[in-house]
C-alpha cells in the first residue's frame, strides 16, 4: 500500500489536535515508519505554524470553562438547601431575607477582613439581604481552631450577638486561633464550660467537613468566595460588585 503523506498529514493533524492523547496512544493501522514520520509531520507543521497552539489552547480554556459552569449549575441546583439553610452556619442580616449571599471565610485571612467591611455595608444599606458565613479554614490550623470554637460559640448566641462574635474574632488583632476565639467568647460573657462542652460536638466536625465539600465542588480554592444565587465569585471584589449582583438575582 503506498503511503500518501498528503493524507496521512491531514489524518495526524487532526488526530493530534482533536483526539485526546489516550486515544492517540491507542493501537493504530499505521507501521512504526509510518508513526515516526506522521510525528516528523506534526513537529514541522506546528514549528511553522504556532499560532495553532494558541487557537488550540484558547479552545481548551473556552471548553474547560464551560465544562466548570456547567459543573457549578448543578452543585448550585443540588446543594442549595446545605448551601443556603445548614442550622450550623452563621446568619447575618435578615434571616427572611429575599436575597442569600454566602460568604465562604477564614479568619485569619486578611482578604476575608477587607471584605468584612463591604459585607457590613451591604447589611446596612439593603434590610432585605440574608448572609450566610461559612467557615473554611484554609490557612492553618489556628484558622481550625478558631472556626471550631466559632462554631462552638453559636450555641449560645443569636441575632445581634452573634453578629458581633462574628465581627469581634475577624477584627481582632494578631493570628486567630483556639486561644484568640475563646478569649473574644469569654470577653462577651459566653458560658466557657458549655463551650467546652460544645468543641466536642461531632457536628462541628461534619459541618467544616461540609462546606469544605461545598467549596471544593464550587470551585472556590481561597477566601473570600461568594455565592449568590447562581453567580460564584472568587475574592475581595468590593462592595458595589457585590451589590450588583445582589440587584440581578433580586430582580
Known sequence: MPFNSSAVHRVALLTALVLPSAVWAQPTPFTPEQRDAIGGI????????????QEAFTELQRRMQEAEQA????????????????????????????????????????????????????IKSDPKLRVVIKDFPVLGPGSVEASRVALAAKAQLSGDKLYEFHTNLMERRGQANGESAKAVAKEMGLDMARLEKDLQSSDINATLQQNMELGQKLGINGTPGFVIGNEVIAGAVGAEPLKQVIANTRN
Open 42 to 53: 506534526i513537529r514541522e507543521y506546528l514549528v511553522k505554524n504556532p499560532e495553532v497552539l
Open 71 to 122: 459543573g457549578r449549575a448543578e452543585v448550585l441546583t443540588s446543594e442549595r438547601a446545605k448551601l443556603e439553610n445548614s442550622p450550623h452556619d452563621f446568619v447575618l442580616g435578615n434571616p427572611q431575607g429575599d436575597v442569600t449571599m454566602v460568604e465562604f471565610l477564614d479568619y485569619n485571612c486578611g482578604y476575608c477582613k477587607r471584605a468584612m467591611a463591604d459585607v457590613k455595608a451591604l
